[in-house]
């Protein structure tokens, strides 16, 4: 018998099913709402994976540059161990981000300088770990506990512009390799997301408006991901949507749509930039030579200003081009003095009496006077609510099209634990593994995808598709809600706020850290320590973080009114029974 009959009754002897899934893919198309990192993540995952042509809408224009450095968005991030579970799907992006980037081990591996603001006091030649607190003990106790963590691993500092440019540069890879394309279509401002039919078939259309000449044009695709931040438009039309033309997981509900909100400690603080230049120099005490900065080390510069309305501390964090501006961000209450001053000179004097250690002055200042008039006259921006979305995802009553969010169009908070671009990014990772029939926590088989697997594979991907964000929604929203409880309690007061009331409860919360993690070294881990350091594990979902932070905040609950108990018994004892015998 010949090579190609034995082939054909293997075929014949095959499953239907098993026939089925050696045909290739239908090419479906999806529309990503949102160029930042969480959207081309979204893009990249679903052109690779899901055999998806992506338009990719971003409703900046083109002459903003989304990679180039821009001081209004000059943030760095650091992506962590979560993050990296979706650039470590794509080899190329993250060896980018490795050489691109300032590699750290860890929060509680991160080495700062803090120079003092007395200009007579000589530069700290060691590295402190951790800002936040000047005492050592503190410190290590804080840094031991981190490092105690199982899993904690290697994050990368880079700056938002170069994280943007790098996964562009993999976009124009995947074109050049794959037929699934991938669209840049920048100045499309997102109006409107309704289903609707395109040549018999379901889809859902965005309505798209160019921000220069104002001209729409209509995007119909069989999946629209919403990646456009915390104010997002897609969220927004599905939260205003009439309740009839959507479906989700245990009915349609546009409430669901409007974000949930908590104020937390570092809620509404206001913050801009100030550009410092490169590998400037920090004057030394006298006869000592000047600290020349490095672009992959951590600074803060302290002022002489403690009181709660002019408090200032500058925070220079690492990046890997030592020939790049050094941003620094001015974190504030919205009453601090620095947001009355409007005009350049003005505020380069209150620099100079406020950081009198560096030379802020016309003549050879380290800032040129074009600097600080644009600083002063910044309005800046202001960190969110804690906030989530508990809708995640809808669909058409035919279930073959749909709408999912990522990033901060699900949820935003104040950046001080950490987690923004990597909860963005462990979003569209769990999307992914929706998408494919997975597990969205742990990226398995479930039982039910198995046995209906068969089945699964007899239909269009399409029909597939409300089964599978079904499963993104009911899977991944605990996960969310986690996220903002560790957002409003994890570390809200990192940013040394001034008001008198803030530094009593700073006090309070870290009197609460140190407790706990006292107690997590005397019972050898038995007692969790706090639930900021728990985050550091990217073995542990959030919710399992907020689980082990709240046990021990049970346990702590039945000590002290276990104490109370005992010490009223003991006073009922040496009081109450006497009085009793004396009535008898």
Known sequence: MTLLPRCLLLLLACPIASIHSLAPPQQQHAVVVGA???????????????????????????????????PTKAFLYNVNGRGQALTKQFPSLQKKLAERSVPSGGFGDVSITIVPADPTVEIPSNKKKMEGTTKNEEKNEMKGSIQSEKAVGVG???????????????????????????????????????????????????????????SLKLHEATLIVGADGMNS?????????????????????????????WTSPASHM?????????????????????????????????????????????????????????????????????????????????????????????????????????FAKA???????CQYSEGMAVWDDSGTCGVALVGDAIHAFPPDIGQGVNAGLMDVVCLDRALEGLDTVTGEETTTTTESSIEN?????????????????????????????????GAPYQYKQPHRADRILQKFWMFNVAMRLILSKLTFGLVQPACIMLSQNKELTFRQVMRRADLTTVLLKA??????????????????????????
Not at 38 to 65: K, R
Not at 379 to 385: A, D, K
Not at 563 to 575: E, N
């Open 36 to 70: 930042g990192p969480v959207g081309i993540a979204a893009a990249l995952t679903l052109a690779s994976h899901h055999n998806f042509t992506v338009t990719l809408l971003e409703s900046s224009p083109a002459s903003s540059a989304q990679a180039k450095y821009d």
């Open 156 to 214: 990368y500092w880079l700056p938002r512009h170069e994280m943007v440019n790098l996964m562009a540069e993999c976009v124009d890879e995947h074109n050049a390799q794959s037929d699934c394309k991938i669209e840049f279509l920048m100045g499309q401002e997102c109006l409107s997301v309704l289903p609707t039919k395109k040549d018999g078939q379901n889809c859902v259309c965005v309505t798209a408006r160019n921000v220069e000449d104002g």
């Open 233 to 261: 438009k897609v969220r927004q039309c599905i939260a205003t949507a009439p309740a009839n033309i959507w479906n989700s997981h245990k009915g349609f509900n546009p409430k669901k749509f409007l974000p949930k909100k």
């Open 270 to 374: 206001r913050i801009k930039v100030l550009q410092l230049p490169p590998q400037f120099e920090i004057p030394n005490a006298s006869g000592l030579p000047p600290l020349k900065t490095i672009s992959k080390d951590i600074y803060a510069l302290r002022s002489i200003n403690t009181g709660p309305r002019n408090y200032l501390s500058l925070g220079l964090l690492p990046m890997k081009d030592n020939t790049a501006i050094r941003p620094t961000n001015i974190v504030t209450r919205p009453d601090h003095e620095v947001w009355d001053i409007h005009d350049g000179p003005a505020m380069q004097q209150y620099f100079q009496k406020s950081f009198p250690r560096y030379n802020f002055d016309k003549d050879g200042g380290i800032i040129s006077e074009a600097e600080w008039d644009r």
């Open 379 to 385: 309005e800046g921006t202001r960190f969110p609510h």
């Open 457 to 489: 594979e007899k239909k269009p991907a399409a029909a597939l598709l409300q089964t599978n964000l079904e499963r993104y929604q009911k899977q991944h929203a605990p996960e969310i809600a986690a996220l903002i409880r560790l957002a409003r309690f």
């Open 559 to 584: 000590l002290v009114v276990s104490a109370l108990g005992v010490l009223w018994t003991t006073k009922q004892q040496r009081f109450g029974f006497g009085f009793l015998k004396t009535l008898l």
